[in-house]
């Protein structure tokens, strides 16, 4: 997991100021499984983590996801400081996503991320032909994913499962770069006013879809518990 710089960051954890989210200090006696963290098991746990991770290391967390991870990969285009990209890797760690590509600038706004990237595997690019390139070695399709002319409407696509969705910018949507670079564009479908949805809640539909379309969903924590 990469360690990128902690410029732009924002709170952490939840609120402190509000209820007790989490547990308290595990009662004794304390669990002797290596997974275990012996600071949490004495100070208690308030971490943004299913049930099932609770008192866990991080690395013990990320040993134990990198198991479940789906081959669904997800970039994002970030020339111009775009505030989704916290949002994005929240919720791709949600779906278990392989790896978030982040594309452009290397800094970025993780207060949207709510310290989910310290458990989901992050890649930056200098550039979209490096992803692409990354694509094409790993077996990933590229998907864009935008608003465009001959798009192919995102609701009756059918997403490959070895994948890379590919996002543009709030403002610009995908760069040239990127649409060339795709193998298929893809669209969501709308009925409103505005020209686009936020960035962020478009990649949560595009991820979503691929869920639909490609996970088990009995190994989902709602369905195998936490």
């Not at 509000?18 to 200090?25: A, D, F, I, M, S």
């Not at 994005?88 to 949600?94: G, I, Y």
């Not at 009756?156 to 996002?167: D, G, S």
Request: glycine residues 10%; contains cysteine; proline residues 5%.
């Amino acid at each position: 997991m990469s360690s990128e710089d902690s410029a732009g960051t924002g709170p952490t954890e939840w609120s402190r100021t509000g209820p007790l989210v989490g547990v308290g200090p595990h009662p004794q006696p304390w669990p002797t499984d290596a997974r275990y963290d012996p600071d949490l098991l004495s100070g208690g746990d308030t971490r943004n983590v299913v049930d099932r991770y609770r008192y866990w290391s991080r690395e013990a967390i990320v040993a134990d996801l990198d198991r479940r991870r789906h081959p669904l990969h997800v970039g994002i285009e970030n020339f111009g400081h775009d505030l989704n990209i916290g949002t994005v890797v929240r919720t791709a760690n949600a779906f278990a996503v392989s790896t978030v590509h982040i594309v452009g600038r290397r800094r970025w706004n993780r207060r949207g991320a709510m310290v989910t990237d310290r458990y989901q595997h992050l890649r930056h690019h200098d550039t979209v032909t490096s992803v692409v390139e990354f694509a094409a070695l790993a077996g990933l399709v590229v998907i864009a994913v935008d608003n465009l002319p001959g798009a192919v409407p995102i609701e009756t696509a059918m997403l490959p499962r070895n994948c890379l969705l590919l996002f543009g910018q709030e403002s610009s949507g995908l760069t040239p770069a990127a649409r060339d670079g795709a193998a298929m564009t893809v669209s969501i479908a709308q009925f409103g006013s505005t020209r686009s949805i936020n960035a962020g809640v478009a990649a949560g539909i595009a991820m979503h879809t691929w869920i639909r379309q490609h996970a088990d969903l009995s190994s989902a924590w709602s369905a195998a518990g936490s």
